[in-house]
């Protein structure tokens, strides 16, 4: 099974627990305004690369990962590319090795048997889900994204069922994911969701709009600030971090 892969990143430590090797897949189906990685949207393009050379790859860094480290697979949305990952993973399960999925979940269809076979045996060779809730209104999620969130709950929703390790993040961006009505919903479902382990707020920065300009797209928030300690500590007071 190939994938298209934009980078693999041997040293990580932001990409979940402990020291990990993170690999960054092609493709997305969604635009988020404040996206770092913009040059992970195109599924067609990267290098393709089965899962076993991703593996052998990832793996000769495993001293780096000690005993609380391991696998994330990012995107981009690696849920685009399932067949592989549950390749990954699963090679990597074989190991002992630790497995996280970063996503934003929007390839996700409950409604589709042939889709939930495929998760449901991913879930299988999953340790930990890192969950992205941009927004918790469907319109203003369309807005920040193109598209709603139903599916996203959903996924939520079917982690928190069936007892799967997950992590919440979101992204506050001031005037636009930092208003009390949506953090205080979010805060709701949080109280729902009985296998969620951490919470985190991610404040929003530019580091990555240098992508923007050199892929030639224009950068949706142009001039917007980054939030001040005092507004994430707001938000995390609210979300109960």
Not at 107 to 125: A, G, I, R, T, Y
Not at 194 to 208: A, F, N
Not at 222 to 238: D, F, S
Request: charge should be negative; charged fraction near 30%; aromatic fraction near 8%.
């Amino acid at each position: 099974m190939k994938a298209v892969v934009n980078r693999i990143i041997p040293f990580s430590s932001v990409d979940g627990p402990g020291n990990r090797t993170a690999i960054f897949l092609q493709g997305c189906n969604i635009n988020c305004k404040y996206c770092h990685n913009p040059e992970t949207w195109k599924l067609d393009e990267g290098e393709e690369k089965t899962a076993q050379e991703v593996f052998a790859k990832a793996y000769r860094y495993k001293s780096y990962w000690k005993d609380n480290g391991g696998l994330t697979v990012s995107g981009g949305e690696p849920l685009l590319q399932i067949n592989f990952l549950t390749e990954l993973f699963t090679l990597a399960k074989e190991k002992g090795i630790h497995t996280t999925l970063d996503t934003s979940a929007n390839p996700f269809d409950p409604d589709s048997p042939e889709f939930m076979d495929k998760f449901e045996k991913l879930m299988e060779v999953t340790d930990l889900v890192m969950l992205d809730i941009k927004e918790m209104d469907p319109e203003k999620h369309k807005a920040l994204t193109g598209q709603t969130n139903e599916n996203i709950l959903a996924l939520a929703d079917w982690l928190s069922d069936h007892g799967k390790a997950m992590w919440i993040r979101h992204v506050l961006v001031p005037d636009l994911t930092d208003d009390e009505e949506g953090l205080r919903a979010l805060r709701a479902k949080l109280d729902q969701w009985t296998s969620v382990e951490r919470v985190e707020i991610l404040p929003y920065h530019t580091l990555g709009l240098f992508k923007w300009e050199n892929l030639g797209i224009v950068y949706p928030l142009e001039g917007v600030r980054t939030p001040t300690l005092e507004e994430v500590e707001k938000a995390e007071k609210i979300l109960g971090i």
